[in-house]
């Protein structure tokens, strides 16, 4: 919406964005932040073109370094307001990349294997949770699943994932998530 763009978009005050940071990418991350900082409860900021199943060594690069550059200052600036306790950010794609290059340059759908980047939302963060195999191809250590995840966030709102059920189509309550443990180290 351009009308949002202009009122909360790029203005006077983005120098940890970068004088250089393209309209699109970049500009989402001031955008998010100012768009909290006058109370609205969710962003959600959509970053295409990971989906690389050629070119990767053409293309991340400048992707990677917009991405860095984006969530630190985001990140940053959270923690300059005070904000970082009611925010939460998180990077997240919906599966992993293959471990091993494929023919064209690129890594194809591998669903063994993710991670998520989380910060802010009073969660403990600065820290690395599970690892994987030495070639990424399976969790070695502290395997979690989405949910794990999701139930994390849900506790740091104030919903408690154990007790909270919403209605189905026939109106009978049903759990929002199958696996309801938020993640310890995180809160």
């Not at 970049?26 to 909290?36: H, I, T, Y």
């Not at 919906?94 to 759908?109: C, L, M, Q, S, V």
């Not at 070639?135 to 070695?140: A, D, Y």
């Not at 189509?169 to 309801?180: K, S």
Request: hydrophobic content about 35%.
């Amino acid at each position: 919406d351009p009308a949002v763009r202009d009122r909360y978009g790029r203005g006077d005050d983005s120098p940890a964005f970068g004088e250089d940071a393209g309209p699109h990418w970049l500009d989402q991350f001031l955008m998010a932040r100012r768009l909290v900082e006058v109370g609205v409860r969710c962003v959600t900021l959509s970053f295409g073109s990971w989906d690389r199943h050629h070119s990767n060594f053409a293309r991340l690069p400048l992707q990677l370094a917009k991405f860095d550059q984006g969530i630190t200052a985001l990140v940053e600036d959270l923690h300059a307001r005070g904000l970082q306790n009611d925010v939460s950010v998180i990077a997240w794609g919906e599966f992993g990349r293959t471990p091993r290059i494929n023919k064209d340059a690129g890594r194809d759908h591998w669903p063994q294997a993710s991670c998520a980047l989380l910060a802010g939302g009073g969660m403990r963060t600065g820290q690395v949770i599970g690892s994987t195999n030495r070639l990424g191809e399976v969790p070695q250590d502290r395997p979690l699943h989405y949910q794990n995840v999701f139930a994390t966030l849900y506790h740091q709102l104030g919903i408690n994932p154990e007790t909270t059920t919403i209605p189905d189509h026939a109106g009978r309550p049903q759990y929002t998530l199958d696996i309801r443990e938020p993640i310890d180290e995180l809160i």
